[in-house]
Nanobody, 126 residues
């Protein structure tokens, strides 16, 4: 049974930083891992994804240059370093894994991800 558990969320002021972690257990193979987020009243959107084999990454334009996605395949961990946070980054952040083959990262739709975490809240105040 696959279980993804996010941690590291919290409340920060604009300009601050947070690092999210996702621990994946029961995952035998995840070629792609990703972070999504959902703000109140909005649809869930892709934030970043990473091809675990090649290290290739994709970032949404809204976070490019501020967020960094990384993974530790040996430890089945996924991370999201978030710097220069803005109030519009406020959302529930979810990690997800996919067995879809990935060499060069691209904005994968959430339907391609088989496993999801329960989410962690990030709140950025102005």
């Amino acid at each position: 049974q696959v279980e993804l558990v996010e941690s590291g969320g919290g409340s920060v002021q604009a300009g601050g930083s947070l690092k999210l972690s996702c621990s994946a257990s029961g995952v035998n193979f995840a070629d792609t891992m990703a972070w999504f987020r959902q703000a109140p009243g909005l649809e869930r959107e892709a934030v970043a994804d990473i091809c675990t084999g090649t290290g290739s990454t994709y970032y949404a334009d809204s976070v490019k240059g501020r967020f960094t996605i990384s993974s530790n395949v040996a430890e089945n961990m996924l991370y999201l370093q978030m710097n220069s946070l803005k109030p519009e980054d406020t959302a529930i952040y979810y990690c997800a894994t996919s067995t879809t083959q990935c060499r060069d990262a691209y904005p994968m739709t959430e339907t391609l991800f088989e496993s999801w975490g329960q989410g962690t809240q990030v709140t950025v105040s102005s």
